[in-house]
Each structure stands twice: as C-alpha cells, then as structure tokens.
Nanobody, 126 residues
C-alpha cells in the first residue's frame, strides 16, 4: 500500500502561485498514477489533474488547464502541483490520491482512487 502526505498549502493572493507536493512512502510509488482533487465548503470533491506513473501522460480539469502543471519525480517519491494565476475559486482542501497504473486510461473520478492523503488547505484571497 501507499501512504501519501500533501504539503505546500497556504494563503495566496489572486494571481499568485503555490506549489503543492505529494510525498509517498515506500518504494513502489513509480507504479502509481497520482491525481489531485480539491473540495471547497459546500461543494463536491472535484478532479483537478492526474499524472501517469511514468509521468508521460497527464490530464487536467478544464477549470485549471493552462494555469496548473503537474509533474513527478519518482526518484524522490514526490508529485508536484504547480498552481499559477490562482483565483479565489481555487480555494479548497487539496488532496493527492493514487491508484495502481497498469496502463489503462487515466482516471478522473475520485471513487476510482485507492489511496488518499489527508489534504492541505489552499486559500486564495481576492
């Protein structure tokens, strides 16, 4: 199994940037696709982005495409989410999650992910 821990959340002004990190335990991280989800108060958890185990394939929600970038460093068991040009609507708790990547299409539904971190708060002020 994989244990995940998010970090890098905080307060940022509109138009600013934050970089989130998702650190995984163990030696099998390179076999897992890693996604990011977020949840704002009163809203359902929504998909943000996902990156394949190899780092070759990525997918982004339309709401963040062109502003957010996901990358991974398997040697350091870490996935990063670079968030630029942030908006107040980006506010929420951000979670990283994983599933075993066997080469199937990238998953975008939270229910299809097996392991989750505890989340990190991101707040964007106007």
């Amino acid at each position: 199994q994989v244990q995940l821990r998010e970090s890098g959340g905080g307060l940022v002004q509109s138009g600013g940037s934050l970089r989130l990190s998702c650190a995984a335990s163990g030696r099998t991280f390179s076999n897992y696709a890693t996604g990011w989800f977020r949840q704002a108060p009163g809203k359902e958890r929504e998909f943000v982005t996902v990156i394949s185990a190899s780092g070759i394939r990525t997918s982004y929600a339309d709401s963040v495409k062109g502003r957010f970038n996901v990358s991974r460093d398997n040697a350091k068991n870490t996935v990063h989410l670079q968030m630029n040009s942030m908006k107040p609507e980006d506010t929420g708790v951000y979670y990283c999650a994983t599933y075993l990547d066997l080469g199937s299409p990238l998953r975008v539904r939270s229910a299809t992910y097996n392991y989750w971190g505890q989340g990190t708060q991101v707040t964007v002020s106007s």
